[in-house]
């Protein structure tokens, strides 16, 4: 399948596979730390590389801009929630409200889109 084939969801694909990389590769360097470091930078190392791949692929059709709001966001997000799940780390209201700020500058991001010019 060529890329002007391709489906228009792909570059999202790639986009929120590289959030899951990026939060499985932090997520299992903190599990890891105390057990094995050595795998515990592997881990992330891996996440991290895999997940920047992904991305530069998911910016050649969504604008750069949008995708790096959305990737650091969720991105910040789904570490802190895990965190909070599996680790029992803190999570006091104003972090949360950081949280929901990061998502409504995300929507402020994505909702600020140029007019087709004619």
């Not at 399948?1 to 929120?16: C, D, G, Q, V």
């Not at 094995?36 to 920047?52: C, D, H, K, R």
């Not at 965190?83 to 209201?93: D, K, R």
Request: charge should be neutral; glycine fraction near 8%; include cysteine.
């Amino acid at each position: 399948m060529s890329s002007k084939e391709r489906s228009p969801l792909a570059p999202w694909l790639y986009l929120f596979t590289g959030i899951f990389c990026e939060i499985a590769g932090t997520t299992g360097m903190r599990a890891l730390l105390y057990a094995s470091p050595e795998l515990s930078q592997a881990s992330a190392t891996a996440g991290i590389v895999v997940s920047y791949f992904l991305v530069s692929r998911a910016v050649e059709h969504i604008p750069m801009g949008l995708a790096y709001a959305i990737w650091s966001g969720v991105g910040t997000a789904g570490v802190c929630l895990l965190s909070f799940l599996l680790f029992q780390e803190a999570m006091p209201l104003v972090k949360v409200a950081g949280i929901a700020f990061v998502i409504a500058g995300m929507l402020a991001i994505n909702l600020d889109k140029p007019k087709d010019r004619e």
